[in-house]
């Protein structure tokens, strides 16, 4: 674990220096041939590595644009199986370690991300070239993943929208005529048990190849709830891949893959705490308050990894999809691509208590224990994506260019409860409400992007992609009895203007009656021109300058969680234009690497919650809409290093400041006034560092010893827009550390991993549930719940390649 910023600063200050004062760049001519690729972040002599982040094959230090690469030896090595784990590893990439589900995952990438998945991603997520449009359509295993490559800065040019913050890339294994076998099986802390195998080889030697992926994880829950004597917060996902690969000729390759997984794992439950706003000292050192607040109820005192959570968490996910790709060469210069892809998932139900406490009275005349925030939710969703590509290379101009085409069908049904504060003995709680909501998307889309090599050693990039986006939306709200079911307004007309009904034992909101959005505004058309402009020079054959200019566009939509008609309403796309230059190094024959980058981020039309005029009724409502500006700025570096053949040193650093410019509304109707100007973003910490080492040890009887320690640390952030002081994350690391010995014939690995040895507890956000007690001895307290990361664990691995 990293604790002092200094010495950190200071152990890069000495490096960089080092470095500086013995400028020998790697014995490689201009011209002369590149050193062999290697699929794997590893840093050996007269290694490289080779990305796509431009939609082809290029050595990632000669790649303009700041990407980062985890291979699959890292992987192996830190037990990293699902892309959560990669959390705090990669420079500018913010994500929290635990989620709804572990199929969903929200990624930030430079302080760009969306922390909602039910709305359009801004950094996107692409599986082989096939975006996934959402979130909850996530990874659960990166089993036959060859590497993971996170681009960061707008991908708008060649991936499209809703990469505004970056993109994530998974590019898994093609197989080949060439027998390959995998496999690994492992055990640890809370039960966990870890199985992966791969296969792949020649059906048809030279014209047809094929490989199968499949891998299974599973851990009891490591959160305790004292509400249902049981653990929770368990994994259990199962999920596989099926390639072909069929090459007819020299010049033409098919590639058809098949994947789906199955997520039975439980849905998340929140811990909880409190804050004192008389005496903040006290804030979550004492007893836990819990039920409506009406009456507190001391639950016990705070405990980390603890959930009082009293609904049983469920979740039944599932997500699978087809690709087929088709490579042609038409000459040495000229080739085609084409990618269809269907894809589709299902969260049929999830239902998870956000509240972090048991079921309790309502108040003394409704004694039926009830909670206080709860969702039951339904999301289904299927996408069509079809993409035609033509590349060039020759030697002055190369370029890529296409168009692309998406279809997204995304439905949702989430019911919400919540039940308020009890006024009085007569008060009956708030009804559950039921959000029903359906999106068709269209996106169209041509894209082309080119580079002029104006000598061998310097290169001017340009490019633009013209978007149009189409969407067509459809809502009911609908009240429901505290069942769950829905409520026949023909029975009680009551509902139609909102009141009690007290044979449900439930009141509905005048706001909140049910409704649909036929007859408003439901269907709009966005257009977009994302335009991208850099340069990039190489300076020496070991030193690779480049600066550059790139639009984001995230689209526009609908409010998926309208709460009444008057918030039913579309809101306008988001634009980022960003500015960066960065540099890419290697010194002392390849075995120290320092790439650095600096970035300017302007916001235009940011997407959240916003005080707008709604047509519908004529009034101001808060709904999701757009802020005016905002702006984030940084530098990300990336060392790594191998003195000598058996050490190898990582240390990278974030720095991120963010800034809202505006985002301020004066009091407007019933919409209380707020001020954001100049607060941070939310969920988005200062500085990250992470740092690991390795150590090789080859034994005198055959095979290696191989010894590693990696450390992760995040300076405090807020959960909240305001920046309140109850909402803050303090400063947190966490560090890990494996051991693994290989066999001299390099087909047997045995791997101990430690992860979180410290056994260090932080909430990943924190969110107020109810309001401050007023009198008493609670007086001043709020509770407030949020996710909290993994426990420690231990987790032992065997591995056979061949």
């Known amino acids: 674990m990293i604790r002092n910023r200094s010495a950190c ?3 890069l200050a000495g490096t960089a220096l080092a470095s500086l004062a013995t400028p020998a760049f790697a014995a490689t001519a201009p011209g002369a041939a590149a050193p062999e690729a290697t699929p794997d972040a590893d840093i050996a002599p007269g290694q490289d590595i080779v990305v796509t982040a431009t939609r082809k094959e290029t050595r990632l230090q000669q790649t303009p644009v700041a990407v980062s690469v985890i291979g699959s030896e890292f992987r192996s090595e830190q037990n990293v199986v699902t892309s959560r784990d990669l959390a705090g590893q990669i420079p500018g990439l913010f994500t ?6 572990p199929l969903t995952n929200t990624f930030f990438i430079r302080g760009i991300g969306n922390s909602d998945p039910i709305f359009d991603p801004t950094v996107g997520v692409y599986l082989d070239d096939v975006y996934l449009a959402r979130a909850i359509n996530g990874l659960a295993d990166l089993t036959d993943v060859e590497r993971v490559e996170v681009l960061r800065g707008p991908q708008g040019t060649l991936f499209g929208a809703n990469s505004s913050g970056g993109a994530i890339r998974y590019v ?8 390959e076998e995998s496999a690994d099986v492992g055990y640890g802390s809370y039960n966990t048990f870890n199985t992966h195998a791969y296969v792949a080889g020649a059906l048809v030697p030279g014209l047809l190849d094929a490989s199968v992926a499949i891998a299974h994880d599973q851990h009891a829950g490591y959160s305790w709830n004292p509400s249902q004597n049981d653990y929770v917060n368990n994994q259990n996902t199962t999920s596989g891949r099926v390639k072909l690969v069929f090459t007819p000729s020299s010049r033409l390759k098919a590639t058809v893959t098949a994947d789906g997984t199955i997520d039975h794992s439980q849905a998340a439950q929140y811990d909880a705490t409190t804050w004192n706003a008389t005496n903040p000292a006290l804030s979550g050192l004492g007893a836990i308050t819990a039920g409506t607040l009406y009456s507190p109820t001391q639950l016990a005192a705070y405990q980390p990894n603890v959930s009082y959570a009293g609904r049983y968490p469920v979740n039944y996910s599932h997500i699978g999809g087809v690709t087929v790709r088709l490579d042609e060469t038409l000459d040495d210069h000229l080739s085609l691509h084409a990618i269809t892809a269907l894809r589709a998932f299902n969260q049929a139900p999830v239902n998870y208590n956000n509240d972090g406490q048991n079921f309790l009275p309502y108040d003394a005349a409704h ?35 296409g168009f692309y085409y998406l279809f997204e069908n995304f439905s949702s049904n989430r019911i919400g409860y919540v039940t308020g504060l009890p006024t009085s003995n007569t008060a009956l709680p708030t009804a559950p409400f039921d959000q029903i909501g359906d999106t068709r998307s ?4 041509a894209y082309l992007q080119g580079n002029l090599h104006l000598t061998d050693a310097l290169t001017l990039t340009a490019g633009g992609r013209y978007i149009s986006e189409h969407r067509e939306f459809t809502f009911n709200g609908v009240n429901d009895d505290l069942g769950g079911n829905p409520i026949d307004p023909t029975l009680y007309p009551q509902v139609l203007t909102g009141g009690a009904i007290p044979t449900l034992g439930v009141n509905i909101l005048g706001s909140q009656i049910n ?16 335009p991208k402009a850099g340069v990039s020079y190489q300076a020496a054959p070991t030193f690779f ?23 039913a309403l579309p809101y306008n796309p988001e634009n980022v234009d960003t500015y960066e230059g960065g540099i890419k190094t290697d010194w002392l024959d390849h075995r120290l690497r ?5 970035f300017y981020n302007d916001y235009k039309n940011l997407q959240t919650t916003v005080a707008v005029f709604s047509p519908i009724s004529g009034t101001y409502v808060s709904t999701r809409g757009n802020a005016p500006s905002a702006h984030t700025d940084g530098f990300e570096l990336e060392t790594s290093g191998q003195p000598t053949r058996n050490l190898a040193l990582v240390f990278n650093t974030t720095y991120l400041k963010t800034r809202y410019d505006n985002y301020a509304s004066p009091a407007e109707g019933t919409v209380p006034a707020y001020n954001y100007d100049g607060n941070q973003f939310a969920g988005e910490p200062k500085w990250q560092y992470f740092g690991s080492v390795t150590w090789t040890i080859p034994v005198s009887t055959g095979g290696t010893i191989k010894l590693g320690a990696s450390g992760s640390y995040f300076t405090s952030y807020f959960s909240d827009s305001l920046n309140s002081p109850q909402y803050q994350i303090a400063a947190h690391g966490v560090a890990n550390a494996f051991v693994a010995f290989e066999t001299e014939d390099r087909r047997w690995t045995f791997t101990l991993t430690g992860r979180n040895l410290a056994n260090a507890f932080y909430f990943t956000s924190l969110t107020a549930i109810g309001a401050a007690v007023k009198a008493g001895p609670y007086a001043g307290t709020t509770l407030l719940e949020g996710a909290q990361n993994p426990p420690r664990t231990l987790f032992l691995k065997a591995a056979y390649s061949f």
Do not use: C, M
Request: aromatic letters at 16%; zero cysteines.
């Open 594 to 598: 320092i790439n650095l980058t600096g």
């Open 442 to 445: 269209f996106n169209y889309s």
């Open 9 to 11: 600063l200071a152990w």
């Open 545 to 567: 300058v480049f600066a550059d200019y790139a639009r984001g566009f995230d689209a526009g939509g609908f409010n998926n969680r309208a709460l009444n008609i008057q918030t």
């Open 515 to 530: 409704f649909n959005n036929a007859a408003v505004l439901n269907a709009k058309t966005w257009h977009a021109f994302t």
């Open 96 to 101: 929290t370690p635990s989620g709804i589900t």
């Open 172 to 179: 898994t294994r093609a197989p080949t005529d060439k027998l």
């Open 367 to 401: 004694p039926t224990p009830v909670e206080v925030s709860d969702n039951y939710i339904t999301y289904r969703q299927h996408q069509f994506s079809q993409e035609l590509q033509v590349q060039g290379n020759y030697k002055l101009v190369d370029f890529t260019g």
